[in-house]
């Protein structure tokens, strides 16, 4: 078992900036790819970012690019979203996920992922 705990959300002014972590424990952190993805009110969960277990390579759905930046420490067991830019329409609840290695990863593809954390609320204000 992976145990994931989201952090950093909040409320922000559109513009503005936001970091958010993911803490993981239970098993070796290395051994996982890992994404971010959100949900916003009324709507299905999205694909945010990903990165390889080792760091790049990094992904992102397109109307992140330039605007978030997705990182690891694998040697704090966590990862970070850097959101830059925000706006109301990245208000939602963010979640982070674990990949098992080993298999062909999908990274966009939410049911793959082999554990989740409960998600952090961000909130962008106009």
């Known amino acids: 078992q992976v145990q994931l705990v989201e952090s950093g959300g909040g409320l922000v002014q559109a513009g503005g900036s936001l970091r958010l972590s993911c803490a993981a424990s239970?098993?070796?952190?290395?051994?996982?790819?890992m994404g971010w993805f959100r949900q916003a009110p009324g709507k299905e969960r999205e694909f945010v970012a990903a990165?390889?277990?080792?760091?790049?390579?990094?992904y992102y759905a397109d109307s992140m690019k330039g605007r978030f930046t997705i990182s690891r420490d694998n040697a704090k067991n966590s990862v970070y979203l850097q959101m830059n830019s925000l706006n109301p329409e990245d208000t939602a609840v963010y979640y982070c996920?674990?990949?098992?290695?080993?298999?062909?990863?999908?990274?966009?593809?939410?049911?793959?992922?082999?554990?989740w954390g409960q998600g952090t609320q961000v909130t962008v204000s106009s």
């Open positions: 996920a674990a990949y098992s290695r080993g298999r062909a990863w999908i990274f966009a593809r939410q049911k793959d992922y082999d554990y």
């Open positions: 239970g098993r070796t952190f290395s051994n996982y790819n």
């Open positions: 990165i390889s277990w080792s760091g790049p390579p990094t």
